[in-house]
């Protein structure tokens, strides 16, 4: 499928899949949305949440569906001003190609002291541990999400793959059954959809979901959370 760069409403770029006419990111700004939904409502909300209570400072994400490297390139950032330690896994089946990589504009708009981070997140081999910065170590994993295989080990997921509209066999009961079962006790998932079949599959297999204000374009965007009884 042909895949072309182009530029949002917030002036960062994205790929868009030309014969589905998706996006990686919102067109309403990749950047704005990933701050909003996966920053503010995910990393900030579950690190407070450990701030709070006076737990580790050690994290653990999955990321589902890696792409651009967006989420990671934010998070690698957040996790030094937030001092946080974080074990990052990104799991995407089709990897985003280096010349495609090469045209995003991401460390140009964030921070360009962080643009040997950005392309190192990329330039990592797949399927093994590689320490990104100090307190950052990621490993890429090639596969379909159906074939994840984690219990009990992530703290926190970042649901971001394809739209339902196109892939909905990515937002049912199955998959988000994977999801509950890859999450730790009082774990959370956050996601930019707010669809009431993806709201319902979620609390089918265990989840308490919450409706948040969405990012710009976006009326609202769901978190999900596996208590403590789960």
Same mark, same amino acid.
């Given at each position: ?19 589905? *006419? ?12 990933? *701050? ?61 190609? +280096? ?26 081999p797949w399927e093994t541990p590689c320490e990104i910065t100090l307190g950052f170590q990621l490993e890429k994993q090639q596969k379909f999400f159906k074939d994840i ?62 409706? +948040? ?18």
């Amino acid at each position: 499928m042909k895949r072309n760069i182009i530029t949002t409403s917030d002036g960062s770029k994205t790929i868009q899949i030309e014969e589905w *006419n998706e996006q990686y990111h919102s067109i309403h700004g990749a950047i704005q949305e990933a *701050n909003h939904v996966f920053m503010k409502h995910g990393l900030h909300f579950f690190s407070e949440s450990r701030l709070q209570h006076k737990t580790s400072k050690d994290l653990s994400i999955l990321e589902i569906g890696f792409g651009t490297g967006l989420n990671a390139f934010l998070t690698v950032i957040e996790a030094e001003n937030l001092e946080l330690n974080i074990d990052y896994v990104g799991v995407e089946a089709y990897p985003v190609e +280096l010349e495609e990589v090469n045209q995003l504009n991401y460390s140009d708009l964030i921070s360009k002291a962080h643009t040997a981070i950005f392309n190192q997140l990329h330039q990592t081999p797949w399927e093994t541990p590689c320490e990104i910065t100090l307190g950052f170590q990621l490993e890429k994993q090639q596969k379909f999400f159906k074939d994840i295989r984690a219990k009990s080990q992530f703290d926190l997921i970042y649901f971001d793959a394809f739209g339902a509209r196109v892939q909905p066999d990515l937002w049912t009961e199955t998959i988000f059954s994977i999801m509950f079962s890859a999450l730790k006790a009082n774990g959370v998932l956050v996601t930019y959809s707010a669809k009431g079949s993806v709201r319902r599959a979620m609390q089918a297999v265990g989840f308490i979901v919450e409706r +948040l204000p969405g990012p710009p374009g976006k009326r609202e965007m769901l978190r999900a959370t596996k208590s403590s009884e789960a």
